[in-house]
């Protein structure tokens, strides 16, 4: 089992920059893939960036590709999503998951869920 908590989201301008954390517990965090998801308001969830459980591979959505960035901390039990340059259409509501490795895009192969992190962007 692992729980996952989100934090990090908030309110910024256009062109900004925000860091999301996740942190994990359970002590087989390192062995499971994480990803970060979002959702908008009257949208699917849909799948925004992944990395491997050694954190060696990484995996984006063309979208954002270029001005995200996960990683991971396995010490810390943590995964993060430096954003930059974010665009009015990046506002939704974040949520990281772990899953199998090595990592999908599909929102329905991941095994844990965060309650996700509202990030707002506004012009």
């Known amino acids: 089992q692992v729980q996952l908590v989100e934090s990090g989201g908030g309110l910024v301008q256009a062109g900004g920059s925000l860091r999301l954390s996740c942190a994990a517990s359970?002590?087989?965090?390192?062995?499971?893939?994480m990803g970060w998801f979002r959702q908008a308001p009257g949208k699917e969830r849909e799948f925004v960036a992944a990395v491997s459980w050694t954190g060696g591979n990484t995996y984006y959505a063309d979208s954002v590709k270029g001005r995200f960035t996960i990683s991971r901390d396995n010490a810390k039990n943590t995964v993060y999503l430096q954003m930059n340059s974010l665009k009015p259409e990046d506002t939704a509501v974040y949520y990281c998951?772990?899953?199998?490795?090595?990592?999908?895009?599909?929102?329905?192969?991941?095994?844990?869920w965060g309650q996700g992190t509202q990030v707002t962007v506004s012009s």
């Open positions: 359970g002590r087989t965090f390192s062995s499971y893939a």
């Open positions: 998951a772990a899953g199998p490795n090595p990592p999908r895009r599909g929102v329905t192969e991941y095994y844990y």
